[in-house]
């Protein structure tokens, strides 16, 4: 590999993560903190890290499992590192062992490793396997092929008497946040056109809304995430504040509140008659009515949402 390939910008952190034997969270904040590595931003500023510094981070993890300390050893070139690790006898290139059912993992795979991790109440283990996840699947696939199947698997063997009620909360929480801080990743420096996410009234279930978020950051959007049960009026209030040019709703239980529909007409009534509602979710076909009235976009899947959030950008650009 020329010098130039290896310092060309091309991995996201979930792969430095992988190759380099660090979590995320670490890569993180021994970049904010140490400047240990500089990585450049993509189109959507997504991080973008080279051969040359997933080598670095992984000099890096060596020399402080021997011992040093990172701050004692951020700012050193890594001909130094190398000669450190020498100097105590440890090889300095020596790979990341992975257990071999994560080599190539199929979506069938990870949803079994990840519920195999829940099972256990295994935190760790679980945001290990969500991290490999988004390292080799597209993010509407793993959160339809993945985080989807996962949940609803948890759920039926919760009611089978297969799992109990702790393992289905330790999941959602779990995801909540690891798709949080995903969301806050991609949603650094962006400068797209305004998204508003959130669910109405009454709807409980956040994890849909957030992987809604998720994807359209991930496609260059600002992403303003509201978190669930919001009323109409405040939707429509955030909407006009932040000049959002969308709003997203997940609607994913109860999927027969006989508030709701009115809270729909009211949040249509006072949006911008520009400003299209997108909607989705488990539950959102108990409200069909309501929402072809107020003119809803009802995207089928995820990746239906994607395309749709495409298709309108290019018709605002």
Aim: charged share 25%; hydrophobic share 45%; glycine share 6%.
């Amino acid at each position: 590999m020329t010098e130039e390939e290896l310092q060309h910008p091309q991995h996201p952190i979930q792969v430095a993560a992988r190759r380099s034997g660090l979590s995320t969270h670490v890569i993180r904040a021994w970049e904010k903190r140490y400047q240990a590595v500089a990585p450049k931003r993509s189109g959507t500023s997504r991080r973008l890290y080279s051969d040359a510094e997933i080598n670095r981070l992984s000099l890096l993890r060596r020399v402080t499992e021997a011992g040093w300390r990172i701050g004692d050893v951020a700012d050193l070139p890594d001909e130094k590192l190398s000669q450190l690790l020498k100097d105590e006898g440890i090889p300095s290139t020596r790979s990341v062992a992975q257990p071999p059912e994560l080599e190539a993992p199929t979506v069938e795979q990870l949803v079994k490793l990840s519920m195999d991790a829940v099972a256990r109440l295994d935190g760790p283990g679980f945001v290990q396997v969500m991290e490999r996840a988004t390292a080799v699947q597209s993010t509407p696939v793993v959160m339809e092929e993945v985080i989807q199947p996962l949940m609803t698997a948890i759920g039926e063997r919760w009611r089978m008497g297969r799992m109990r009620a702790c393992h289905e909360h330790f999941a959602s929480a779990h995801l909540r946040s690891f798709l949080g801080e995903v969301l806050a990743q991609a949603s650094t420096l962006s400068d797209g056109p305004a998204l508003l996410v959130t669910t109405p009234s009454s709807q409980t279930h956040e994890l849909g809304a957030l992987m809604a978020a998720v994807i359209a950051a991930r496609a260059g959007w600002r992403v303003m995430y509201l978190g669930p049960m919001l009323p109409a009026d405040e939707i429509a209030f955030a909407a006009d504040l932040t000049r959002a040019r969308a709003v997203a709703l997940s609607i994913a239980y109860p999927a027969d509140d006989t508030r709701l529909p009115a809270q729909l007409l009211r949040l249509r009534a006072q949006l911008q008659p520009g400003v299209p509602i997108f909607a989705g979710g488990a539950a959102a076909s108990g409200y069909k009515r309501a929402l072809e009235q107020i003119g809803a976009v009802l995207p089928d899947t995820l990746a239906d949402f994607d395309r749709d959030l495409e298709a309108l950008r290019r018709a605002g650009d």
